[in-house]
Nanobody
Framework: QVQLVESGGGSVQAGGSLRLACAYS????????LAWFRQAPGKEREGVAH????????SYADSVKGRFTISRDPAKNVLYLQMDSLKPVDTATYSC?????????????????WGQGTQVSVSS
């Protein structure tokens, strides 16, 4: 059974840092697109960062570029999102997502595996 379980959310002041983790299990294919999405209250879900496990190529939304870093530990089957210089606009529920594929997409419909989400709150 495939599972994605996020952890690491919490409350932080602007300028602070958080590291989210997504533990995944049950993956049977050799290549996946792994991603972080977020959804703020009253807003649509948006892609934050993704990594293609086949090529290692990462990509970031313009709004987080230079502040967030996506990485993974394949030995532990964990996907991370290091979030630095956090801003109040980063407040959202963050979810990890996955799809067995070579190559990545920003489209939600590209992903068929989702975690339950973890809340991040940034105060000014």
């Amino acid at each position: 059974q495939v599972q994605l379980v996020e952890s690491g959310g919490g409350s932080v002041q602007a300028g602070g840092s958080l590291r989210l983790a997504c533990a995944y299990s049950g993956f049977i294919y050799s290549s996946y697109c792994l991603a972080w999405f977020r959804q703020a209250p009253g807003k649509e879900r948006e892609g934050v960062a993704h990594v293609d496990t086949y090529s290692g190529i990462t990509s970031y939304a313009d709004s987080v570029k230079g502040r967030f870093t996506i990485s993974r530990d394949p030995a532990k089957n964990v996907l991370y999102l290091q979030m630095d210089s956090l801003k109040p606009v980063d407040t959202a529920t963050y979810s990890c997502a996955a799809r067995a594929a070579v190559g990545c997409s920003w489209s939600e419909s590209h992903f068929d595996l989702w975690g339950q989400g973890t809340q991040v709150s940034v105060s000014s």
